[in-house]
């Protein structure tokens, strides 16, 4: 059983409390946490409006985009092929560092100046069957309001934990994520939240 963090404080109150005391006491009083572990491992990424967008001089692929990410306006050569002036996309300022390791520095990319890079979800460890069709093979760009230079992790939801519980058989109450919540509740003493539904007729 996987349970996102986030969530679970949508129906039992779990602010204030570290992840590994969570990990910690849930391993002694109710069931083992095989492993914990942060959804997005990357630092320095932003929510980035594409201003403009233009054929590199020496390329037939690549575009030179400027991304306003509040502090700067960026030029930033990017290969992805649905990238588009006005969108809002996650940007890896220079010096960041993705999954894998791998260092944002500024670049000359057939001798145009980079100064980051407009980023997939794939680019920060998320697996390609997570992630919606159409952002399958280019970047990610926000469909909802996000506001430029906010941190690009929170903006998805995913500047999260995900705990793996390792479910005895005994233990099937805790296949759900209100299962988990009632025992978060018991264990740390912490109010349970009201559900909240909202109900929609099809006409």
Known sequence: MRVK??????LVDI??????EIVNRLSLYAVEVENCEKIIN???????HVLTKNPHPDSDHLNVLTVDVKDSVL?????????EAGQYVIVAKEGAI???????????IRGVESCGMVCSLQELGIEKKFIDEK????????EDKVNIGDDAASALHLDDYV?????TPNRGDLLSMIGVSYEISAVFKRELKPLVYQLQRNV
């Open 75 to 83: 030029q930033i050569v990017c290969g992805a092929s649905n990238v």
């Open 5 to 10: 963090l986030e969530w679970l404080n949508e």
């Open 135 to 142: 952002y399958q093979n280019g970047i990610y760009y926000f």
């Open 15 to 20: 602010v204030g409390l570290e992840v590994s």
């Open 98 to 108: 993705l999954p894998g390791d791998f260092k944002i520095k500024k670049s000359k």
């Open 42 to 48: 990357a630092t320095h990424i932003v929510v980035g």
């Open 163 to 167: 705990l793996d519980l390792a479910i």
